[in-house]
């Protein structure tokens, strides 16, 4: 029997992800993993998320099944074009089309269920401020005000057992910062993925996109080279 | 082509929620109904909430899937038994078995990912803070704080092409409120389903659990017969 702190840590089995898992077993939390297959175009992320949690020796996870694609409205849920070499100091300029409408928002709901379910008040999101292409939710205000609507949302918020946090341990750390971060506490970044646009077949990382830019650079910033493959870096 | 502005209007099949459809069509909205399939044990409210959708003419229905018994936590998405024969006075002292853990959080959530698409900016739910039986996400300060987030989380929000809002016509009303304003805007509640236990093969109301008692109080209190069979009432 454990006697640590649960928390629900949303895992993509991306580069942020992956720290954040880390950082939450380091804090000393019990982790319960959860991902989604929410009508992505590639289920590489999945694949790397379920790696992660083998090599964390996470006690569960759960995937949950939500088809954004019947909504669609961007491109990580629909057949619109991921866009490719786009300078990076465009970049947070305008919220980018690969934007999946309400998706933090959804996520972060499906984690409150699942900790309040499992008596936790602990949750950890790998949203980040300054490398973060423009999402709105990403930002410190939407973390701070799901953290209120938490509160106010669940029995456990009512009755005041506990009091719901939402941790964001990267939010203010530059990509390079994220890195070092999770290369101290031991995360294995070949067993993450982060391109938007990953071959179908292999998995192999596009090197084009925002997200394998903004990978690629922190990893430069570091002075490491990054792990896994690309098709074009 | 209608010129009328969109509006996402969460639809169980319930009373309270056919009453918020007819509610936002004499408003003037164009209708864009949203229901879930989440693991609840009875689907007799998905088949009122398609019956309801071809009374009312409405040009859109979508059906989402998301299986919160992956949770638990309910007696509405598990085998734990919902109470019977409750005394209506002692409904709202606690929060009872009945409550589903963050749904109403996941729902407006899904709401608003399917409203940010269609550009649409009012969301509709049948929330009711009265003969509310204790739910906490059925609270004015949840809702209000929920159309906080709505805008912080969206494009749309940001980009201040509009501002979302949360519509809730029934929050302050008491049942026999709901079923006149029903009445008068022509709502045919033979057509919904409120029971938290009915019978499993013919869909028939127990009668006996909190959310009937609530409705038979409600049509009493309103001198009209409720059109709905009941096994005990």
Redesign the interface.
Same mark, same amino acid.
């Given at each position: 029997m454990t006697t640590r702190p649960k928390a629900v840590v949303l895992l993509s089995g991306g580069l942020d992800s992956a720290t954040v898992l880390a950082a939450a077993q380091s804090e000393g939390y019990d982790v319960h993993a959860l991902s989604f297959r929410y009508g992505q175009r590639h289920l590489t992320e999945l694949r790397m998320a379920a790696r992660l949690v083998a090599r964390h020796d996470v006690a569960n996870h759960?995937i949950?099944?939500?088809? =954004?694609r019947?909504?669609? *409205?961007s491109a990580l849920t629909s057949d619109l074009p991921v866009p490719q070499d786009r300078p990076i100091n465009e970049m947070s300029s305008g919220?980018p089309i690969t934007?999946?409408?309400?998706?933090?928002?959804?996520f972060l709901?499906?984690a409150?269920?699942?900790a309040?379910?499992l008596s936790a008040f602990d949750i950890f999101i790998g949203v980040n401020a300054v490398d973060y292409s423009g999402y709105?939710?990403c930002?410190p205000?939407?973390i701070a005000?799901?953290e209120?609507?938490?509160n =106010?949302?669940?029995?456990a *918020?009512?009755?005041k057992t506990g009091r719901f946090r939402i941790h964001t341990p990267l939010i203010s750390l530059t990509k390079a910062d994220i890195i070092r971060k999770g290369l101290a506490l031991g995360v294995d970044y070949s067993l993450t993925s982060t391109c938007y646009a990953p071959d179908s077949e292999t998995g192999v990382s596009c090197g084009q996109c925002d997200a394998c830019q903004l990978r690629l650079r922190g990893f430069a910033d570091v002075g490491q080279a990054d792990p896994i493959a690309y098709r074009k870096a």
């Open positions: 759960k949950i099944d939500i088809d =954004l019947q909504f669609g *409205g919220i934007y999946v409408p309400a998706r933090n928002t959804i709901s499906f409150l269920a699942h309040e379910v709105p939710d930002r205000e939407f005000t799901f209120a609507l938490a =106010l949302a669940t029995k *918020g009512v009755e």
